[in-house]
Antibody, heavy 122, light 113 residues
């Protein structure tokens, strides 16, 4: 079955960077895209970025441009989210999620990682 | 960015009774490919979201048929024909026609009376 397993919780100081991993299994990694979302405590969802593993394209939310990078290592079926210049309001649970359909961005996300809590505090 | 709104923001339902959630978008979600890019997710307590409905009205495999989606353009509805205890959580609508970014509604919290 499809599984996305994320790396563990992180505590970072303001100004630092964090890199969260998302290891996929149970499907052809290179056939789908992966999005990254976050959910601040008690809040709704915010989309940060996407990578298409079938074409290498990336897209980012404008408000995070320059601070966020989404990459992947197809040899290990792992996607990564890096967020730089962290601020206290970046404290959130970060999720990776697979596109519902192959080669089809914007098709919804049908499988999600368990989430990674990133806490930014001095 | 496209703004998504939902009503109500909370809903308390007696088991076996129906429930309905409205979602409105600030722009039409109908694409030139004739698909409408509106999705419904449910986040149960302590879990990541799960996709229930894609492209307005298509249930994901395994989603009970008591869940149905409808609507067009900018107005959409999620209906639960008979609410069960396992349906509690927060329901979100999301658009992906204008990408980036995907945008979500604020969520509707459903609990059981």
């Amino acid at each position: 079955q499809v599984q996305l397993v994320q790396s563990g919780a992180e505590v970072k100081k303001p100004g630092a960077s964090v890199k969260v991993s998302c290891k996929a299994s149970g499907y052809r990694f290179s056939g789908y895209g992966i999005s990254w979302f976050r959910q601040a405590p008690g809040q709704g969802f915010e989309w940060l970025g996407w990578i298409g593993l079938y074409n290498g394209n990336t897209n980012y939310a404008q408000r995070f441009q320059g601070r966020v990078s989404v990459t992947a290592d197809t040899s290990t079926s792992t996607a990564y989210l890096e967020l730089r210049s962290l601020r206290s309001d970046d404290t959130a649970v970060y999720y990776c999620a697979r596109d519902r359909a192959m080669n089809y961005y914007g098709s919804g996300s049908d499988n999600w990682g368990q989430g990674t809590l990133v806490t930014v505090s001095s | 960015d496209i703004v998504m709104t939902q009503t109500p923001l909370s809903l308390s339902v007696t088991p076996g009774q129906p429930a309905s959630i409205s979602c409105k978008s600030s722009q039409s979600l109908l694409h030139t490919d004739e698909k409408t890019y509106l999705y419904w997710y449910l986040q149960k307590p302590g879990q990541p979201p799960q996709l229930l409905i894609y492209e307005v009205s298509n249930r994901l495999s395994g989603v009970p048929d008591r869940f149905s989606g409808s609507g067009s353009g900018t107005d959409f509805t999620l209906k639960i024909s008979r609410v069960e205890a396992e349906d509690v959580g927060v329901y979100y609508c999301m658009q992906s026609i204008k990408f980036p970014p995907f945008t979500f509604g604020p969520g509707t919290k459903v609990d059981i009376k």
